[in-house]
């Protein structure tokens, strides 16, 4: 584990003057419960833009809860790309802003993932206190140390066997590569199918090549060019989760990369069924030169936010078919199925079958200053990071 980057002493004292005139409540000081009441401390926006200059630390009290609301205390929350995406106002579903937290101007908290422990439970709330829970759909608001919802939007973790990191990274990126993996294009084991990825080492990408090694698929991964070591380190660390085969983005983008994956394939033979994209650009029609006549590109990000041109012949003559997408409508569409999949993942972890991404834990106690907490954040735009940011919850 490391520990994530800090903003420069300057910056961090700009931070902490605006969040002073958003909140002066802002001190150091242990939560204190008087008639159940729980105080909080969120971080929060009341307008986009870049994570350093608007998020502030806020600081509240949740009211005990009654009928089916509960009262979570967060213990381990990820800091994914579409959540700083949302802090800028540039992803496609946006939190509301609004005063229900006390802020003075209209604000949103951000945070798509957690995973939550029961403090408290009202009466008609299917759940109880010390119950783990993570969210059922995005744009909960998880960038936080407690809050209040309602039971019907968190669902209920058996919390044996895992790490409440394990359990709060699960329900975006593990999801979206057992989908991607299986709603698509039917892959099969037994003829030696293979898929092919970019962005092989984000979450998404080390659990398609643990899922894909789990039901016998073949796979190449393509990763963005590392010098050295660091290159050599990175191949070896994808081969040993399950990839056949790990390229650069230079080596796929090179001519002689189709008549190599012909060469994987037994002169073609077998077929490339799948190719999953999360870049964009000239790396994924990279990929759809090598997929097999009538295999499915599917994306779901659009990190070099370079548009793809198709050559004309990949559609003619090999019926290539181009997908999208997107886990959170996917969620919202098909709740049952994500709760199913969910579950499945997790016995995965609970069996050593599906390992966690590296990561840099991010510590959040009652006295951690706003400055860390959005250094870290402003941490996760930064180039090659050596784990995915993560808040670990302490005392709050």
Same mark, same amino acid.
Request: proline fraction near 6%; charged fraction near 20%; glycine fraction near 10%.
């Given at each position: 584990m490391s520990r994530a980057t800090t903003l420069s002493g300057p910056v961090r004292r700009a931070i902490f003057s605006y969040c002073q005139a958003f909140n002066t409540s802002n001190k150091h000081r242990r939560p204190i419960s008087t008639y159940g009441y729980t105080q909080a401390k969120s971080l929060v926006y009341s307008k986009y833009g870049e994570p350093k200059d608007v998020l502030c630390l806020h600081t509240h009290s949740i009211s005990p809860p009654h009928s089916t609301l509960l009262t979570l205390r967060t213990l381990a929350a990820p800091l994914n790309p579409a959540d700083i995406n949302q802090i800028q106002g540039?992803?496609?579903?946006?939190?509301? $802003?609004?005063?229900? #937290?006390?802020?003075?101007?209209?604000?949103?908290?951000?945070?798509?993932?957690?995973?939550?422990? !029961?403090?408290?439970?009202?009466?008609?709330?299917?759940?109880?206190?010390?119950?783990?829970?993570?969210?059922?759909?995005?744009?909960?608001?998880?960038?936080?140390?407690?809050?209040?919802?309602?039971?019907?939007?968190?669902?209920?973790?058996?919390?044996?066997?895992?790490?409440?990191?394990?359990?709060?990274? !699960?329900?975006?990126?593990?999801?979206?590569?057992?989908?991607?993996?299986?709603? $698509?294009?039917?892959?099969?084991?037994?003829?030696?199918?293979? $898929?092919?990825?970019?962005?092989?080492?984000?979450? !998404? @990408?080390?659990?398609?090549?643990?899922?894909?090694?789990?039901? @016998?698929?073949?796979?190449?991964?393509?990763?963005?060019?590392?010098?050295?070591?660091?290159?050599?380190? #990175?191949?070896?660390?994808?081969?040993?989760?399950?990839?056949?085969? !790990?390229?650069?983005?230079?080596?796929?983008?090179?001519?002689?990369?189709?008549?190599?994956?012909?060469?994987?394939?037994?002169?073609?033979?077998?077929?490339?069924?799948?190719?999953?994209?999360c870049v964009g650009g000239k790396p994924a029609v990279a990929m759809a030169k090598v997929l097999s006549a009538g295999g499915h590109l599917v994306t779901y990000g659009a990190m070099s936010r370079q548009p793809m041109a198709v050559p004309a012949g990949m559609l003619i003559f090999k019926n290539v078919v181009f997908e999208g997408f997107w886990v959170s409508r996917w969620s919202e569409e098909r709740p049952e199925e994500k709760e199913r999949t969910v579950e499945a993942l997790l016995e995965m972890v609970r069996k050593g079958e599906l390992v966690d991404v590296p990561t840099a834990e991010v510590p959040w106690g009652w006295g951690t200053g706003v400055g860390e907490l959005v250094g870290a954040v402003q941490g996760t735009l930064e180039g090659y990071r050596r784990g995915k940011g993560g808040f670990v919850f302490g005392e709050t």
């Open positions: 540039t992803y496609p579903s946006l939190p509301p $802003f609004t005063t229900s #937290l006390g802020t003075p101007t209209p604000s949103a908290v951000p945070g798509n993932e957690a995973c939550f422990e !029961v403090l408290a439970a009202g009466s008609s709330a299917p759940f109880r206190k010390g119950d783990w829970a993570i969210a059922k759909h995005t744009g909960l608001g998880t960038w936080r140390t407690h809050l209040q919802v309602d039971a019907s939007r968190v669902l209920r973790v058996d919390k044996q066997g895992l790490t409440p990191a394990q359990a709060g990274t !699960v329900a975006v990126n593990p999801v979206t590569a057992w989908r991607l993996l299986g709603d $698509f294009v039917p892959l099969d084991a037994a003829k030696r199918d293979w $898929f092919v990825q970019n962005g092989a080492n984000s979450g !998404v @990408g080390r659990a398609a090549l643990q899922l894909g090694r789990h039901w @016998g698929y073949r796979s190449i991964a393509i990763v963005r060019d590392r010098p050295g070591a660091e290159g050599e380190a #990175l191949h070896r660390e994808l081969h040993a989760l399950g990839a056949t085969h !790990v390229v650069s983005e230079t080596e796929a983008l090179a001519r002689d990369f189709p008549d190599r994956v012909k060469a994987w394939t037994d002169n073609g033979r077998e077929a490339v069924r799948l190719a999953l994209n």
